[in-house]
């Protein structure tokens, strides 16, 4: 519950920016130490005393597994991940609706933010993608006991930098999820985010059962339908990223390469 209690409402009412993320990725390029109103002034990103976007922006760049922070003596550190560094390089603005998709499946994993991990991994499959808007609040404030759930930079971030990837629609009585579409050139993308939710939920092993790997609800994390996830899992198994043991009853995966091997290849094939 502790990581509730900080995760939960890190963006202080703001919803994230393809554009100051992408100034914080310059910042993050120096490694060197600033404070919020420093950085502020390098960036143009507003802050205040006791607000402000630096902050909550700096997380959403941390939650879509661009850059790292330390913190010490009210200065931020920040450096750009391996991940970061690629996307600076290949798509320095964050326009390429492929970044948009890869900045969102790092949201909602479980290092990411922890109420959009929540939606994409416990209420869509426990509900549907198309849901009541009582049944999501409701599903909200059971979990959430105690807390304020601010679900404005939620619903605001689908008009706003998640826009292109047209996933997600709310009227005062509706709440609709709308899967992607396979396409083959996210290929590299599918792979760095099943490996690196394996990574982050089963660190250390090799192999799951079919049970154990679905119970990830990758399908959900990547917008997928079920049939274009397994698409992916049957591609991955002939790029020999994965192999599937049939024959066991469940049948097994195992696991072959890295997330971080896949870094690289991500924007090869866009």
Known sequence: MANVKTNLNFHQTFSPDAN???????????RTAYSKEEISDITGIPTGASS????????????????EDKYKNK??????????KEVKYQDETLQEKATIYLCHSNLVLSTGATLWNFIFSSIIPRYGNNLRTTVFIDALKNHYKGIDVNLAPFNSSYNGMFRKLSIFKNTPNEIKF????????????YAYIIMKEWENLHEGVQELTSIDLYNMNMDNKLCLSRSDFDKVLSILENKGMIKVERLLTPFVVLKLVSANDMIEK???TI
Do not use: R
């Open 20 to 30: 100051a993320i992408s100034m914080l990725l310059s910042v993050a390029e120096e």
């Open 52 to 67: 402000g976007k630096v902050e909550p922006f700096i997380k959403y760049a941390y939650f879509m597994g661009l850059i």
């Open 75 to 84: 200065k931020h550190l920040l450096s750009l991940t391996p991940l970061g």
């Open 178 to 189: 709308m899967n992607t579409m396979y396409k083959e050139p996210y290929l590299y993308i």
């Open 266 to 268: 991500i924007y090869s």
